[in-house]
């Protein structure tokens, strides 16, 4: 593992810990590298949730651009 990816590691393992003793009780202890900030697993819409909660006059379901080509066999 190269040495900047473990810093950054070590780093999100101590945010991780004072946001543990912040739960408290609340927290759910999942094993987790990435979780909420009560130590449950993200939902996959958690992202989309916060950018549209910060975004004003953004829909509350993301769009998806299509591509106009056809293929052909």
């Known amino acids: ?3 900047s990816l473990l810093a950054l590691l070590r780093a999100h ?3 991780r810990a004072m946001e543990r003793l912040k739960a ?6 999942h094993d987790l590298v990435f979780a909420t900030r009560f130590g449950g697993p993200i939902e996959r819409t958690e992202d989309w949730k916060r ?3 910060r975004s ?3 829909s509350s379901r993301p769009s998806f651009t299509r591509s106009a080509r056809r293929w052909r066999s």
């Open 51 to 53: 950018l549209s909660a």
């Open 56 to 58: 004003p006059g953004t």
């Open 13 to 15: 393992w101590k945010i």
């Open 1 to 3: 593992m190269a040495p």
């Open 24 to 29: 408290g009780d609340r927290w759910g202890d």
